[in-house]
């Protein structure tokens, strides 16, 4: 699917996904899907997965389109295949770092996260948790910039780096992540870490917060780099 056309229809998908209509939603996305599309596939079966309680055999169907997919080489099906039909262990994370590794920004941030708490087979390395967030930071992916504007700020697996990390913060904050938005407002106003004390940032990143909508990004949020 070409990128403009999958921005437009993403578009579509939060304010549906808000109000919940999964007739409408499946009905945006079937056509793409009957025509083999992977893009369609994988991402109507995320938002089934993720966003709706289904029938037994819709969720067969969804599942059966992320396992489609992701054996043809998508890789943010692999990364949903993992994170919603493989048991945690071994084959999960191996499917992860497979994703990870061809490029899905949603996997490199988990790699990140899991690294960052130890919380999956290959244990803890905050090194590494730093290196897999950046991969998906610069791939504009804002959660995986909030946890490595974090990471600096804190010093966790780099050295400390006040610069560095409120510039991922802001990058987050501009992208429309609200915990950083709140973060930095807290670091301006109190300045934690070493940040240096700056009220007017401090307003300015509540009042940003204070009139954010967010239409359908706690469902889309793993298609951040498409939007």
């Not at 309680?53 to 993992?82: C, I």
């Not at 004390?197 to 793993?222: F, M, N, S």
């Amino acid at each position: 699917m070409e990128l403009t056309l999958r921005q437009e229809i993403l578009k579509c998908s939060g304010p549906l996904l808000d109000r919940h209509e999964w007739a409408s939603l499946e009905a945006l996305w079937r056509p793409y899907v009957d025509e083999g599309d992977l893009d369609a596939q994988a991402y109507l079966a995320y938002m089934c997965l993720w966003c709706f309680d289904q029938t037994e055999e819709k969720d067969r169907e969804m599942r059966g389109f992320l396992r489609a997919a992701s054996n043809a080489g998508h890789v943010d099906a692999m990364y949903w295949l993992a994170k919603f039909s493989t048991p945690e262990g071994s084959e999960r994370d191996d499917l992860l770092k497979v994703a990870a590794e061809r490029g899905s920004r949603g996997a490199q941030r988990d790699l990140g996260a899991m690294y960052a708490t130890g919380d999956w087979t290959a244990g803890k390395d905050p090194a590494k948790a730093v290196s897999w967030y950046r991969l998906a930071a610069e791939g504009g992916h804002d959660d995986a910039q909030y946890n490595l504007g974090f990471m600096y700020i804190l010093g966790e697996g780099t050295g400390p780096n006040v610069d560095e990390g409120l510039l991922w913060l802001s990058r987050s904050a501009d992208r429309g992540n609200a915990s950083a938005m709140r973060l930095l407002a807290d670091l301006y106003r109190h300045g934690y870490y070493g940040v240096p004390l700056d009220i007017a940032e401090a307003v300015r990143w509540d009042e940003t917060y204070a009139k954010t909508e967010q239409p359908g990004r706690i469902y889309l949020h793993d298609l951040e780099g498409s939007l």
